[in-house]
């Protein structure tokens, strides 16, 4: 190893080899000295115009293409800055929050995606287009500080699984030692081409480029489809892949894969045992590995040659395997913590886990996404992976429906290719499949069937984007869930809404005789108390359709549901309270105390209080949308 910082590594490797191919992409091949001269370029661009400190600013990079991030990225770390790479696929509004959360002084861009990224607060833009001429004729001059192994390297995002991504620092000590771990277990060397499938804006590209471009190997990127005939065309020795995109590859030989590593989510043991039964011809080896952010990746792996015997029910089991040298792994309350490679202190990942006598710790789901169900939790994860080997389910997700309709489990289902009709199994087909596996109240009592699970900006699976059926035990099919549900909810909102404003306007002079009589009243005064009027029955009666369908729609958005449940009651009195309210303040005499105090008190302070709960309600939402990974 050579040098305090990570790049450093790749300079090493473009010294000894310039003509060696350092990337290729589906349009180019970039040799070590083209890419580390292009990256030369572009820091001392940046050197020049962006107006930075001597060394550790962030500099976000959103570009458009991976090649553009390879290069953005070296060049950041040259400049001696630390860098971060955002998706430039993401919503504007969430963009703009992670060029906060990385508190990016610069970002290194494209000339179309400045409206998306300006965000008003003056951040330096170099784009990689419009500024290509200057950035061609800028000078790489030898810079002092490049980096130092406690300096920042890079800012990495959490997965956002259950809430919003977060930042992570990671300096250049954690990325160097990560990088010695994953050369003892990975062995790469010059003569391998390493195909990374990853997002640029994960943790595992990050990961990718670094196993690759400091190993002196090749690093293949491809945006497109992942199969046999591109592994095979590109000579990939070495492949890394979600477990999604590896149960996509079909059974065929693939004679120049020599290592399948799998990560981004934890692998199922059948899963891995399909993958190496595939590559056996070869002798290929299939790892899945584990690590999140906060250990740049850099976890554990596992190979099913570390289980001490066979296992009764592969579908039903995902392993985590042992540590990569310089990491630890240790279980504390069931919960997962991992120890980063260049030590330090051990870091909680938020997952569950468990390890039975002298086998491998195995991997028991997050502990965010268990849910409560009449006042008790259910583990989904077990749930789920007990429907895992139903031969007419591909993918599935359980969870709860944030008590919009009572507590209920669902099951979100992508039928396999050889369900009936395309169809996932009915409710009572689980059932069957769930008897004596998990408690008869972890059953889910609605399936949902989907093309495809929802998945983030990280490529992991989103719970918020899934979509809830509009009455129980619902089966429908995706992208009708949200016309489907506001249609369903409007439709019971508007006929209780309308029989209760006609009520209303039948009732008010029987219950309040004489607090409508207009007779006297001049014009164009008598119009107006008649608009008023007829304002308070609309109030009353969309306070009575909130009533039957607010709660559910506000739940949603918001995890309490005791303030959530006081919130909707607050909004229905806020809403409603003003019909017989108004009457009765008619029907009072101004001189009359008593009354006029029994109902401000009935009235008025209860309006207040309704008001601070709904406050308080909109105040809890940011945290509620924050929480979690």
């Known amino acids: 190893m050579t040098g305090g910082s990570i790049h450093q590594l790749f300079e090493e490797r473009a010294r000894r080899t310039p003509d060696h191919i350092a990337v290729i992409t589906d349009s180019d091949r970039i040799g070590y000295e083209r890419l580390d001269a292009d990256a030369g370029q572009l820091a001392a661009y940046l050197d020049a115009h962006a107006g930075l400190p001597d060394s550790g600013s962030t500099v976000a990079i959103c570009t458009q293409r991976p090649a553009e991030v390879l290069v953005s990225i070296l060049a950041v770390l040259k400049a001696g800055h630390a860098y971060a790479v955002l998706d430039p696929g993401t919503p504007a ?150 477990p999604a995109t590896a149960a996509r590859l079909p059974a065929e030989e693939l004679p120049s894969l020599r290592l399948l590593a799998v990560g981004g989510a934890p692998l199922r043991l059948d899963e891995q045992l399909r993958l190496q039964g595939l590559l056996s011809a070869t002798g290929a080896r299939v790892l899945s590995v584990y690590g999140t952010a906060e250990v740049a990746g850099c976890g554990t792996w596992f190979e099913p ?3 001490p015997g066979p296992v009764a029910n592969p579908e039903r089991a995902a392993y985590l395997g042992l540590p990569f040298p310089g990491c630890a792994a240790a279980l504390r309350k069931g919960r997962i913590w991992l120890t980063p490679p260049e030590g330090g202190d051990a870091v909680p990942t938020g997952d569950v886990g468990r390890r039975q006598g002298e086998g491998p710790m195995e991997f028991r789901g997050r502990a965010a996404d268990r849910v409560k169900i009449d006042g008790r939790t259910v583990d989904t994860y077990r749930v789920e992976t007990a429907l895992a080997g139903h031969p007419h389910i591909q993918d599935v997700v359980v969870t709860g429906d944030r008590g919009r309709r009572g507590s209920r489990l669902i099951a979100f289902v992508v039928p396999s290719a050889v369900a009936p009709f395309g169809a996932p199994p009915e409710a009572a087909s689980l059932r069957a499949r769930l008897t004596g596996l998990v408690p008869a109240g972890d059953v889910p009592e609605a399936v949902v069937r989907l093309k495809k699970l929802p998945v983030n900006a990280a490529g992991k699976v989103d719970r918020e984007e899934l979509p809830l059926p509009p009455v129980p035990g619902a089966v429908r099919a995706s992208g009708k869930s949200g016309a489907s549900d506001a249609t369903t909810e409007g439709a019971i909102a508007a006929a209780v809404g309308v029989c209760s404003g006609f009520a209303a306007l039948l009732l008010t002079n029987v219950l309040f005789p004489g607090s409508t009589d207009l007779t006297g009243v001049p014009g164009p005064w008598n119009a107006l108390f008649a608009l008023l009027y007829l304002a308070e029955w609309c109030s009353f009666a969309v306070g009575m359709g909130f009533l039957a369908v607010g709660r559910g729609v506000m739940l949603r958005r918001s995890e309490s549901r005791g303030l959530t449940v006081a919130a909707h009651l607050a909004i229905v009195y806020l809403l409603a309270a003003w019909w017989p309210q108004d009457n009765l303040y008619r029907l009072a005499a101004k001189t009359d105390w008593p009354r006029q105090a029994a109902l401000v008190y009935s009235f008025n302070v209860p309006l207040m209080i309704a008001a601070l709960i709904v406050v308080f309600w909109v105040v809890s939402l940011p945290a509620v949308r924050q929480r979690g990974r």
């Open 305 to 307: 040659e570390q289980l």
């Open 93 to 242: 509004k969430e963009l703009h929050g992670l060029l906060g959360l990385a508190q990016a002084k610069a970002v290194i861009t494209n000339e179309s995606l400045l409206p998306r990224i300006d965000d008003g607060r003056g951040r330096m833009a170099i784009c990689l287009d419009a500024n290509a001429t200057g950035i061609a004729h800028a000078a790489p001059t030898p810079r002092h500080t490049a980096g130092t192994p406690d300096g920042p390297a890079a800012v990495l995002f959490t997965a956002g699984t259950t809430g919003r991504r977060t930042p992570v620092s990671t300096g250049h000590d954690r990325l160097l030692a990560a990088h010695a771990a994953w050369s003892e277990v990975y062995g790469l060397s010059p003569e391998d081409r390493l195909l990374v499938t990853a997002p640029p804006a994960t943790t595992e590209f990050t990961g990718g480029w670094i196993r690759a471009l400091c190993s002196g190997a090749t690093l293949v990127l491809s945006e497109r489809p992942i199969t046999p005939e591109l592994i095979t065309a590109e000579q990939v020795t070495v492949a890394e892949m979600s």
